[in-house]
């Protein structure tokens, strides 16, 4: 009885392993491929906030600055907004030399995280469509040319422009980086086309100003933003035009730092919104977010009860 217990448990594991990294992308493309979702786009023009969120960031400012101010896109109809969470550094004295360009500065009083900081900097934005940015993040001259023809289709709430890594040290970190990224690239292209983005790319996606609400402080607000507009019967999706770069973590322990602290908000997020982890719910949007995130993330759990169950198996079998 143990060894059918073990062997069940052992080729569930490697079933559910497989399905995350293969059976996954599979069928998502398949869906994407036999009925995709396209976007109906024309020229669209509307008034835009870039909202840039930084702490302590005065070494990047002032080329994120003026890398946003060279975007080709008519000056009456752009706001340069940069939200500073209770930065301590010279970030803000930075921005304010660019106030006869326009550039505004919205300053939160003690450093209060990210999202808190956005969501108040949206309440002061004027834009119609709102383009989050990092301090960090460079942007081809094109990028809101290329973003808002989609937002001519009523039915999208998002749109998530195509991140680059740069890395020109060539590290082994770097490198990793990269080929995540890459791998990723392919499910948002995927998901695009089948449903809607489950999340997007912190340093470039855009958003109706009237489909944006507050999420609670603790938010991975790029992968969350997702889930709040397709609960209004909108939908997030990925443009490969948009283009902008940023430079990878050169630094193991930087790039596991930055791991955790995403994962542990997206499980947070997952917990708080589980209802949209119910297909009867949210239909294949919640394929989506238990494959791509609950799934993905439960892979040390299968190689445990992989390792486990092979070795109880091995007391019963010779090819265990």
Known sequence: MLSVISQIIFWSSVAALFYVYVGYPLLVWLVGEISPLEVKKADFSPFVT??????????????????????????EKLEILVASDG?????????????????????Q????????TQNKAVEQANGEIILFSDATTKYEK???RVILPNFSDE????????LIYVDDSKSGVGKGAKSYWNYETFLKKAESRACSLIGASGCLYAVRKSAYEPMYPEACSDFLICTVVYRQGLRSVY???????????????????MRVRVISQTFTDLWRNREMLNPLRSGFYAV???????????????LFLILVSSAVSAFYSNIF
């Open 50 to 75: 870039i909202l840039i969120t930084a702490y302590n960031e005065e070494k990047a400012i002032r080329a994120k600055i003026e890398n946003t101010l060279g975007i080709n896109y008519p000056k």
């Open 288 to 302: 989506e977010l238990v494959s791509h995130k609950l799934m993905r993330y439960a892979v040390p759990l299968f």
């Open 87 to 107: 930065s301590t550094d010279r970030t803000d004295k930075i921005v304010k030399e660019f106030a006869a360009q326009g550039v505004k500065l919205f300053r």
């Open 142 to 144: 094109d990028v809101l």
């Open 239 to 257: 443009e490969a035009e948009a283009i902008c770069t940023e430079e990878t973590n050169r630094q193991a322990k930087k790039e596991f730092q």
């Open 155 to 162: 039915k999208i709430g998002c749109v998530a422009g195509k």
């Open 109 to 116: 009083d003690g450093r209060m995280g990210k999202t808190f």
